[in-house]
């Protein structure tokens, strides 16, 4: 889906106003005025017929992440029921890197997998009315950063000190459909230190292209 939706943004074709992948899908947002429904459907057949080994390669980024109790309501809940330690948790869920599916829900929420089998749960039962941004969640095969302030129903199992949603960026989300994503376990000391630092993400976030 997202070679699909690059291959369509590099013909600039007049109508077209946004793509937006999906884990299985893309839409594409385009002005009937400018580009009949037809003619988009032959250029996305066309894409498509020669996506075949075409591979998209975004940013990959290192986050920190405190897993401290503090930032952890769940953590030892998911460690009973996965019949790992908590530092098993969390050695496992920070040894895996991510690829960003899609965003969704909320501006810059990105729905990070695979997320290792041993740590896959349903949602929580009773979900919370309010978490604070930075909460990291686990939920089935995903796993994520929550942007801002939110209802959430996965699993906390830590927290991280850099904002992944700034107005002054063109886009706003830092995290993209297509990046990479490894987690690195800091201290609660190093998390207040990264906090009174800045807010902003890329201070404390690793990119390489």
């Known amino acids: ?29 385009y002005e009937p005025m400018s580009i009949s429904t037809a003619a988009l459907q032959g250029h996305i057949v066309d894409i498509l ?39 098993q948790v969390i050695e496992l869920h920070s040894s895996v890197t991510y690829h960003v599916y899609m965003l969704g829900f909320l501006p810059g ?14 949602r929580r039962t009773a ?21 801002m302030d939110t209802p959430c129903g996965w699993h906390l199992i830590g927290r991280s000190p850099v904002a992944l949603w700034d107005q002054r960026l063109e886009n706003g989300a830092i995290l ?11 201290s609660l000391r190093e998390y207040e230190r990264a906090r009174a630092e800045s807010t902003v993400a890329a201070p404390h976030m690793q990119s390489t292209h």
């Open 1 to 29: 889906m997202l070679a699909l939706g690059q291959g369509l943004g590099a013909l600039h074709l007049d109508g077209i106003i946004e793509t937006v992948p999906t884990t299985r899908s893309l839409s594409v947002y």
């Open 49 to 87: 017929d020669n996506l075949r080994g075409t591979t998209v390669t975004g940013r990959s980024w290192d986050i920190p992440i405190c897993y401290d109790s503090d930032f952890a309501p769940d953590l030892g809940e998911v460690a009973e029921r996965c019949n790992l330690s908590p530092n």
């Open 109 to 122: 929420l990105a729905y990070l997998g695979d997320l290792p089998e041993a740590l896959a749960l349903s």
């Open 127 to 147: 979900p919370r009315p309010r978490i604070p941004a930075g909460s990291l969640g686990i939920g089935g095969r995903m796993t994520c950063i929550y942007p």
């Open 176 to 186: 993209t459909a297509g990046d990479k994503v490894t987690f690195k376990p800091v």
